[in-house]
């Protein structure tokens, strides 16, 4: 079962899917650890934005409400323009200023005391002073706003509420001092200096971990098949290199994969078919070389043995012939003495023809013997013949 799994094209698809998974993996980590650090600044700059502007109204209302009119144009006067170094009694740093001016500019001010009677705003209404707030005036119930402000606590989210603009409504409670009870309640609206966040996050946080969910069980799927498709043509190209080296084992050298490509597989199919002609040329020239060998041999062995003995046989005939009217008996003898050279010519002739067409031949016929011989030589060899 796994032994397709140690192939090259099964370990390069199972990488491309490990890689593909884990790429998307990080790639969603580097989204929601983006999106909480997203969500991480714009909670502290909102925070920051109620802590000072809080401030702000804090280090003066409660010291203004005996005097209405300083009030009401202390109040005026940050709506139009904002708070200033003066308005706190800490030291404010720029980005401090920043934070604190971020109430919405135009947008109501209302100041109200303990019962939550408006005692000053901007702009003015007469008609509203000393008179109960009304709680929608801002378009939101601020009932549960207004309760936690009269607790008198630092719950910054208890008593604010949200627009889906991303600008909030909040009510403050105020004293001189914390050991103070509250001496007034603000009401007033800002929008901090926040990245874009819209108002339904909590949908495309779901919808996110829902499509990272679904791309986890898909992409490895999807990076399989890629990986799968890809690797195909490798399969193939290597495919063909193992056919034809399986040809050049047994000799045959006609087969020569074609591949034309430019990359490293291309490269070895070129140099190994180079190398295949190197070698059948070089099997060819051993070949040529082993028969004019043999030739030699067979040129030295008829010279060294086969014409020395017909020359010496020639010469006892010419003896015999000078010999054969004057003395009988020595010519007699001197054809014995060919007919001797003869016979180990004859002798000589047999054992080269012998080593040319051994005893295999023998009942057999030529064509079989070779046949048989050629078996034996490409065992031995691992060169195909044909």
């Known amino acids: 079962m796994f032994h397709f799994f140690r192939r090259l094209q099964w370990k390069l698809t199972l990488s491309y899917a490990v890689v593909t998974a884990g790429t998307f993996i990080f790639l969603a980590v580097l989204l929601v650890g983006f999106i909480m650090l ?39 006067r940050v709506r139009e323009e904002g708070f200033q170094q003066g308005d706190f009694q800490s030291y404010t740093a720029r980005e401090t200023l920043s934070y604190a001016n971020t109430l919405v500019r135009g947008a109501p001010i209302y100041v109200l005391d303990p019962r939550l009677n408006i005692l000053a705003s901007v702009p003015v209404d007469n008609s509203l002073l000393g008179k109960s707030f009304d709680r929608s005036a801002s378009g939101l119930s601020l009932e549960g706003n207004l309760k936690a402000a009269l607790v008198g606590d630092k719950n ?31 009401v007033y609206h800002f929008k901090p200096y926040t990245f874009f966040t819209p108002a339904n996050l909590d949908l495309y946080a779901t919808f996110l971990i829902a499509a990272i969910l679904i791309m986890l069980v898909i992409s490895p799927a999807v990076g399989a098949l890629f990986g799968w498709l890809v690797t195909g043509g490798l399969r193939r ?13 047994q000799g045959d050298f006609s087969v020569m994969p074609g591949d034309k490509s430019g990359d490293e597989i291309g490269e070895l199919t070129r140099s190994l078919n180079g190398m295949a002609e190197q070698l059948q040329t070089h099997i060819h020239t051993r070949d040529e070389l082993a028969r004019v060998e043999e030739r030699n041999r067979l040129a030295r062995d ?5 014409k020395q003995q017909t020359y010496a ?14 003395d009988p008996n020595a010519a007699s003898e001197h054809l014995d003495a060919a007919l001797q050279l003869n016979r180990e010519t004859q002798q000589e002739l047999k054992l080269i023809i012998d080593e040319l067409r051994p005893a295999a031949l023998q009942g057999r016929g030529l064509a079989q013997a070779v046949r048989e011989y050629a078996e034996r030589w490409q065992t031995h060899t691992g060169i195909q013949v044909e």
């Open 38 to 76: 997203l969500d991480f600044q714009n909670s502290r700059r909102t925070y920051d934005s109620m802590f000072w502007t809080k401030t702000g109204f804090q280090d003066n209302i409660p010291y203004l409400l005996n005097d209405r009119t300083a009030l009401q144009d202390w109040l005026e």
């Open 156 to 186: 910054y989210y208890a008593q604010s509420s949200s627009y889906p603009d991303g600008s909030y409504v909040a009510a403050f409670p105020l004293r001189e001092s914390d050991a103070d009870p509250v001496a007034a309640i603000v």
């Open 237 to 249: 190209r290597l495919g063909n290199l193992s056919a034809a080296a399986q040809a050049w084992s």
């Open 302 to 306: 008829l010279h060294d043995t086969v």
């Open 313 to 326: 046989a020639r010469m006892q005939l010419s003896a015999a012939k000078n010999l054969l009217a004057s």
